[in-house]
């Protein structure tokens, strides 16, 4: 007997921004939120809105949801992770890119609608603090960008 599985032929793409501060050229935080809803640690991100680029959808969801605006993306670098999901008994399919900044602003202001909390945080932590597999194995490679950066 076979059982059918209710899903999305759709792939559902969102994009955001791996935050880097660079308290010094050995020590490093990373911004980490909390989502609502779910209450999962990840990077900020979110789905582009009509003719937005997936660079200007990470920026805006950035600033959206911690408030940060001035961020330097490290240039031709991204990372991106195809996932399943399921929602509403209905499996969806999920691509998630994200970029990689660095900013010299530590204030955050969370959008309360979609964010619970957030923390800034070592490498070491962070990678235990998120989620996601797929978001810590990111990190990782985020991570070997971040140090080439003097």
């Given at each position: 007997?076979?059982?059918?599985i209710?899903s999305?032929?759709?792939?559902?793409?969102?994009?955001?921004?791996i935050?880097?501060y660079?308290?010094?050229?050995?020590?490093?935080?990373?911004l980490?939120i909390?989502s609502?809803?779910?209450?999962?640690?990840?990077?900020?991100?979110?789905?582009?809105?009509?003719d937005e680029?997936?660079?200007?959808?990470?920026?805006?969801?950035?600033?959206?949801?911690?408030?940060?605006s001035?961020?330097?993306l490290?240039?031709d670098?991204?990372?991106?992770d195809?996932?399943?999901?399921?929602?509403?008994?209905?499996?969806n399919?999920k691509?998630a890119t994200?970029?990689?900044?660095?900013?010299?602003?530590?204030?955050?202001?969370i959008?309360?609608?979609?964010?619970?909390?957030?923390?800034?945080?070592?490498?070491?932590?962070?990678v235990?603090i998120?989620?996601?597999e797929?978001?810590?194995?990111?990190?990782?490679e985020?991570?070997?960008k971040?140090?080439e950066?003097?």
């Amino acid at each position: 007997m076979k059982i059918k599985i209710k899903s999305k032929k759709i792939l559902e793409k969102s994009y955001g921004i791996i935050v880097a501060y660079k308290q010094s050229s050995t020590e490093t935080k990373y911004l980490i939120i909390q989502s609502k809803g779910t209450n999962d640690w990840s990077f900020p991100k979110g789905h582009a809105e009509k003719d937005e680029t997936s660079v200007e959808t990470a920026l805006r969801e950035l600033k959206e949801e911690t408030g940060i605006s001035q961020i330097s993306l490290i240039p031709d670098v991204s990372f991106s992770d195809k996932y399943r999901y399921k929602a509403n008994g209905i499996w969806n399919r999920k691509q998630a890119t994200f970029f990689v900044g660095i900013t010299d602003n530590l204030n955050v202001k969370i959008q309360q609608e979609e964010v619970v909390n957030y923390i800034w945080s070592n490498y070491d932590d962070a990678v235990k603090i998120l989620t996601f597999e797929n978001q810590r194995k990111i990190l990782r490679e985020a991570y070997s960008k971040i140090l080439e950066i003097n």
